[in-house]
């Protein structure tokens, strides 16, 4: 028998989560009509709370109009429309007694052509990522090298997207730090290459991150979480280490901890793969360098790969496990033999296909 760590409660500020288990955020492109997803996308969410996840993640929703925007679909919060259309999804997570989370997300420089009302693009500094986009096949647009205006614009479409959130119910928003997107962005230096107080020095890569911060707790109420996502990969050029060293990384995971912040979410591609060419892994070095309650996911698909996960970390997401398999939880609990699913399988995502 598996210890029972994995479903045990744990305490996350003012909430007692059921177990130490989440669905990840995952990105549907299901919004085609005023940036409101579909219903079968929100009801899945729903499902997932009824089967038992402690935590759910919505999808990464796009924080402005002009240029926040990364793939056709995405979902917004600002308007009473969206807030609530957002409000019973929330309020039915709840009464299955789990807590739901808002992903706020800026594409920065790795936009679509055109799928932004305004069909802008901005980044940190004039920089494309090296590949083209996945999946148009074309060359990612020059972004423009974003203005103090910018900056503040941006900031502000973070403030705008969590008080939607806050006032459909969410019990906590999430700043998506990773992946290569726009905060992501100026953390790094392979896209940051900044000659103001935003560039150079690792405090002036992060104090775009702060601003960002700082702004969002100040309309997101003590008893709702706010948590920071963050990785060393990003979506495009995904070989390239996002950090260029341990001590880089860690540096930037102290600054976090600094902030009015609930916890970190560290996503990998794999947990268990060693990183900056240390003998630890991701939620290792993370650890080191923080006290704060860390979520770890990547590559986590059976009861052993999650027992293994939460040595390192106190909560475990899934995307894509949890989004092809509706009884995933239980079947972790049943310590049921599970299959890891390829990246290709979770494309269903992407399809009007109603997911179970
Ligand atoms: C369909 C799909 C959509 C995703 N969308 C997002 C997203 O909106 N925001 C985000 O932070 N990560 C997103 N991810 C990444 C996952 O949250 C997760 O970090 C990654 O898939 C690794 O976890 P896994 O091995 O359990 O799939 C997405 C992944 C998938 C499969």
Redesign the pocket.
Known sequence: MSNDILFSPFQLKNFTLKNRIGV????RMSSVVDSVPRQDVLDFLVRRAENNSAIVYT??IVTDYESAQGYPGQARITTQRQIETWKPVVRAIQQHGSIAIL?M?HCGRMAWPGVNPANRTIGPSTLTPKQDNPLTGAPYPVPDEMSRFDIEHVVNGFVETAKGAVAAGFDGIEI?G??GYLINQFLSSYCNQRTDSYGGSVENRYRFAHEIIQAVRLVVPEDRLITF?ISNWGVADMEVSLYSSKEEYQQIVRLLSEEPLDAISV???DFSQKAFGTEKNMAQLTREATDLPIMI????YDRASADKALEDADII?????I?LNPNWVADLQAEKPMKKYA?EE?NI??TETPLS
């Not at 990840?24 to 990105?27: E, F, G, S, Y």
């Not at 996911?297 to 986590?300: A, S």
Request: glycine share 4%; charged share 10%; aromatic share 10%.
């Open positions: 990840a955020p995952m990105t999808e990464a992903q997300f998506h990773a992946h996502r996503s990998t591609y996911c990547g590559q986590i997401l899934s995307a894509k496990s989004l990246s979770a995502a992407y």
